[in-house]
């Protein structure tokens, strides 16, 4: 199964989480490939699992079950350790929220994920974070503190320190939920950009506007990934069901 | 390295860019830190520093060790000095002296000064040459020969104005004339605060070598020699006499340490200890509480860790950066310390300066040396592991995927949680300890000051007088008659009622001499019972007003020529001969010369307190009773005089003073003092003492409030939304308060009960400085019980205040 341009392969992974004895499927039987330089959007209603799913995709968690191959390294059972040193390396994160740290500058917000690499020196560190900032047209805005930066402002700089490892792959999560229409587009276009010049991209969204930037769209439901038409009908059942739920009929479903 | 510069920088930042927190951290544990310092700091001035002599650690001080009690001697037989001088070939020098005071005369009134009579070789054994002339040599020690006196530098200054011409000068000292030879430099006070020095009499030797007198001996050990060696050679020396004297064998060890060990009392060094443990106990508080803290400030930035985390930074890291925050807080409240630490140093030195019986003076200074740094810097790795371990190790432990489900809001989960309930638990537990030491110790000082002497000591001025002179001491019935007449004259004086004469006044007393009756062997002084010897003039008991309990006090007709007679106290008859009567009874003693007499009890009376400045220190608290003999039985050269006065005690002083001089003008009268001031000297060390618990006590007790502050602070802020929803929800005020409160008081009630366990352990170390007080008190265990409580419920008054306020509109719009 392996396809020698993906630089994410999953196979048949599922994720479950016990609480209180109570078993949750939040991902079941999940095969995935992204290549090289594709963007991806992932998409689905709430609870259907995207953010699990990017959690494993970002080593932030690891599968109950499957295989899982980054850059064609299995890296589903890594200890935290590895997996820490991989994410360094290989994987850029941006989030709804940002997720700057107040108490530093931007320039030290970007070089964060470098000052946990081993053999990059501080003035190289500066230069790639400078040159991120470029990238984003966030370089002159160096010394300010994420509080004295916009919304927009803020999620670019998040973006540069996605991209100052020169990560395999980007991860965003919902990066335009926390902002409004015109910034949000201007973070778009950002990635769009980033896409042109040949970074891969996963990023999930439940804006279908946005969406539409993803060279490829993934939906997913109940844990699964589906076809879109698929996801339509079942929510189309879905709200079906609850709508008759709510006028005391029971529908069992076939 | 740029790792570390990187977070330290950030580390800093993040500081600075919250004071409060920082300087409420930084005072928290500076004040815990510093008066550790403050203790180490004052151990190595008192204990462990050097004296301050060219190679003082080649100087050794020989002293003895009694196998049978273990009791430690540091002074020797002179006829032990003579024998080691002559026979150790481990010492390139090698001295004895002992320490006094001594009479100097001149134009000016004659003073009494802080003196040393020294044998020829002190100096060059302590390697320090006079400013001026030259110091005792061989010829000086010789029997007949002139007698020379060498001034200390203060005194030279003072007496002299620092006058060249003094060498040569004659004076009159110990009421013998006798030249000024040299002048020692500035600061030489050997061995404690001497202004004057003095060839040692050693025509002394004809008693028996039990009945010697002692001295201390020094030795410089020779190069390529060591100090075991000079102990070995010392003990075979020992060994050479219990053969050779077996009339004088003692149950001896050699025991030769460095000078500096023996230049401190063990007292002090025992209470320093005490105090280190007590210390201790304060910075572990100050420790417990930062840990809170930085464990409440790790929980508030959970969210930047987990950030850091799935940028990549490993769960070392995490801790690395917990742990560099809370290096950067000690580093910084080690400088705050290290501030206090002088300050306390400098009070706590003048001080002990002030004392009765105060240390060297070399050793009254409070450095910061290489030494405390050294300390400090230990104590700084020590406090950043105990109180940011055990929060940057939690706060590492991070679970990255929580990112991904709290998004932008949502609660951040409690870093502190039972974690902190322990810590402040711990906290109330070590500062109860305090709290209960330091009502010890205050205990200690009240039952000293309201002392039942056993005496009449109302309105009674005393005075000290030595009696140096040849004509005294060559016949004791120049000085009976002396002091009988110096008795009556002060007697008829204007404002004086009454005057008696003693060798020991009551609380003054640091001696004590062997008794045996008549079925004990006199030659096993190791196993004879102890007890106090005063000699007394005939009116004694009248004067003091110590009840007769049965037999007769002494009369006019116990002179120099009758039957050698003595009184006891109740409490030895008790001991010697319980179940009988003590009169008519026997008993043999030691003389101050040495030489044993056998004399017979005619009475006992009521019990007195002799101890003074050692009462409450250890061997002080033993009570071994007293036995008193005639004036006119009895020989002696130092005499204190005691009258009741119709005023205030002190308005006599001159009139004490003039009575003695038209007796003798050449003799001073020193430590003129009434009662009262004896008393308080005696209890003035416990007052110091008490006066350091009561601070430590007072800084744990601020931190564990401050603590417990914090810890409710925090609850009310971590609770306000299900505050919010109970107040929605019609709950009354009380719930409230209660939700707030009850952890807290249960971490109260369990830490109290650990505390009052931990107390009683420590009560045990304490009792060595206790007087009349039991290690388990009720009254000061209750009373600091009591007035923590008071203290934590007071602390959770305004948290539980703030929690009441919360309406239910405020706690749902709280994120």
């Not at chain 2, 002030?354 to 060297?360: A, G, L, Q, V």
């Not at chain 2, 009890?601 to 009462?615: P, T």
Request: hydrophobic residues 45%; proline residues 4%.
């Amino acid at each position: 199964m392996s396809n020698g341009d993906a630089i994410i392969q999953m196979r048949n992974i599922g994720k479950v989480f016990y609480a209180d004895e109570v078993e949750t499927h939040a991902l079941a039987g999940v095969h995935l490939d992204i290549n090289q330089g594709e963007y991806v959007s992932i998409s689905g209603p709430s609870g259907c699992g995207k953010s699990t799913l990017l959690s494993i995709l970002g080593l932030l968690d690891s599968p109950s079950s499957g295989q899982y191959l980054l850059a064609n390294n299995a890296v589903e059972a890594l200890n935290r350790g590895q997996r820490s040193d991989i994410r360094n390396r290989q994987i850029g994160f941006i989030f709804q929220a940002f997720n700057l740290i107040g108490d530093m500058t931007v320039l030290e917000n970007v070089e964060l994920p470098l000052s946990y690499r081993k053999g990059v020196s501080s003035s190289e560190r500066r230069e790639r974070a400078v040159a991120a900032l470029e990238k984003v047209d966030m370089a002159h805005r160096l010394g300010h503190y994420p509080a004295q930066l916009s919304g927009g402002q803020q999620q670019r700089v998040a973006v540069a320190r996605a991209l100052v490892g020169a990560p395999a792959v980007l991860l965003a999560d919902e990066p335009t939920g926390n902002l409004d229409s015109k910034n949000g587009e201007q973070v778009m276009q950002l990635l769009d950009e980033l896409h042109r010049q040949g970074s891969t991209i996963c990023m999930v969204t439940h804006d279908s506007r946005y969406a539409d930037y993803a060279t490829r769209k993934i939906f997913m439901f109940d844990g699964r990934i589906v076809d879109e038409e698929t996801m339509h009908r079942l929510r189309a059942e879905e709200d079906y069901r609850h709508f008759d739920e709510h006028k005391g009929l029971r529908i069992r479903s076939a | 390295m740029q790792a570390l510069l990187f977070d330290l920088r950030h580390t800093l930042r993040s500081l600075l860019n919250q004071p409060f927190f920082t300087l409420t951290t930084v005072v928290m544990l500076g004040m815990g830190l510093g008066l550790v310092l403050f203790m180490f700091g004052a151990i190595q001035s008192l204990v462990l520093q050097s004296p301050p002599y060219p190679n003082a650690d080649q100087i050794a001080h020989f002293g003895l060790r009694n196998s049978v009690t273990g009791e430690r001697n540091i002074r020797v037989g002179v006829n032990t000095y003579l024998d080691i001088a002559e026979s150790q070939q481990s010492l390139a020098h090698i001295g004895a002296f002992y320490s006094g005071t001594i009479n100097l005369s001149d134009q000016q009134r004659p003073t009494r000064f802080e003196g040393s009579n020294v044998t020829h070789g002190v100096f060059e054994t302590l390697g320090i040459n006079p400013v001026l002339g030259r110091v005792i040599n061989e010829q000086d020690m010789q029997v007949g020969a002139p007698a020379v006196a060498v001034l200390g530098y203060d005194l030279w200054q003072q007496r002299y104005g620092g006058d060249a011409s003094v060498i040569g000068r004659p004076v009159r000292v110990n009421s013998r004339n006798a030249t000024i030879i040299g002048v020692m430099p500035e600061g030489f006070r050997f061995p404690e605060r001497e202004d004057i020095w003095i060839p040692m009499n050693l025509d002394v030797l004809d008693g028996t070598r039990n009945s010697a007198p002692t001295v201390e001996v020094i030795g410089r050990i020779a190069a390529g020699k060591s100090s075991a060696q000079a102990e070995t050679e010392f003990q075979a020396l020992l060994e050479r006499v219990n053969q050779q004297y077996p009339q004088a064998r003692r149950a001896d060890t050699a025991v030769v340490k460095p000078l500096a060990e023996n230049m401190v009392s063990e007292i002090y060094a025992r209470v320093l200890n005490i105090m280190l443990a007590a210390v201790s106990l304060v910075l572990l508080v100050a420790c417990a509480n930062v840990a809170g803290l930085l464990s409440a400030r790790a929980a508030t930035k959970q969210r930047e860790r987990t950030i850091r985390s799935v940028m990549g930074a490993t769960r070392w890291r995490l801790f690395w950066e917990g742990l560099l925050e809370a290096g950067v807080i000690t580093c910084l409240a080690a400088a705050v310390g290290l501030v206090i630490a002088k300050l306390c140093g400098n009070w706590f030195m003048s001080a002990l300066a002030s004392t009765e019986h105060p240390p060297p003076s070399w050793a009254l200074h409070f450095h910061i040396d290489a030494y405390l740094i050294g300390i400090t810097i230990v104590a700084v790795a020590l406090t950043t592991l105990l109180s940011g371990f055990v929060p940057a190790w939690r706060s590492s432990k991070i679970p990255e995927n929580q990112i991904m489900r709290e998004g932008g809001h949502g609660a951040i989960s409690s870093g502190l949680g039972r974690l902190g309930k322990c810590l402040i638990a711990i906290e109330i537990a070590l500062s109860l300890v305090l709290l209960v030491s330091a009502g010890l110790v205050i205990r200690t000082v009240i039952q000293i000051e309201n002392i039942d002497t056993g005496a009449d000591v109302h309105r009674t001025l005393t005075g000290r007088l030595a009696l140096m002179d040849q004509h005294y001491r060559s016949d004791a019935r120049v000085t009976t008659q002396f002091l009988e007449r110096l008795q009556e004259d002060l007697s008829n004086a204007p404002g004086i009622a009454m005057a008696t004469v003693t060798d020991t006044l009551p609380m003054t007393n640091v001696r004590r001499g062997w008794v045996a009756t008549a079925n004990m062997d006199i030659e096993d002084e190791d196993h004879l019972p102890m007890s106090v010897p005063i000699v007394v003039a005939d009116n004694y008991f009248n004067f003091f007003r110590i009840p007769l309990v049965s037999g007769r006090v002494f009369s006019q007709h116990d002179d120099a020529e009758s039957e050698l007679v003595m009184v006891v106290s109740q409490d030895l008859a008790q001991r010697l001969w319980p179940q009988e009567s003590a009169e008519g009874k026997t008993l043999t003693i030691k003389t101050g010369s040495g030489a044993t007499e056998t004399r017979t009890v005619i009475g006992v009376v009521g019990e007195v307190e002799y101890d003074g400045q050692d009462l409450g220190f250890g061997s002080g608290n033993v009570r071994v009773g007293a036995y008193y003999l005639p004036l006119t039985q009895s020989k002696g050269q130092f005499w204190s005089v005691a009258i009741h006065t119709l005023n205030e005690p002190h308005t006599v002083a001159s009139v004490l003073r003039d009575v003695v001089a038209r007796q003798d003008s050449d003799m001073p009268v020193y430590w003129i003092r009434s009662m009262d001031d004896w008393i308080e000297i005696a209890s003035f060390r416990h007052q110091l003492l008490a006066t350091i618990f009561i601070g430590f006590g007072i800084v744990a007790l601020c931190l564990t409030a401050s603590g417990l502050y914090a810890l409710l602070s925090y609850t009310v802020t971590r609770k306000t939304r299900e505050i919010g929803v109970h107040r929605a929800m019609g709950a009354p005020t009380w719930v409230i308060v209660r939700n707030i409160t009850k952890d807290s008081l249960l971490q109260v009630a369990v830490g109290s009960f650990v505390g009052l366990g931990l107390s009683m352990l420590f009560a045990q170390l304490l009792s060595y400085v206790l007087f009349d007080v039991s290690p388990f008190d009720p009254v000061s265990f209750l009373l600091a019980v009591l007035f923590f409580a008071l203290v934590c419920l007071t602390a959770s008054i305004v948290p539980a205040f703030k929690a009441v306020r919360i309406t239910p509109m405020q706690a749902l719009r709280y994120e």
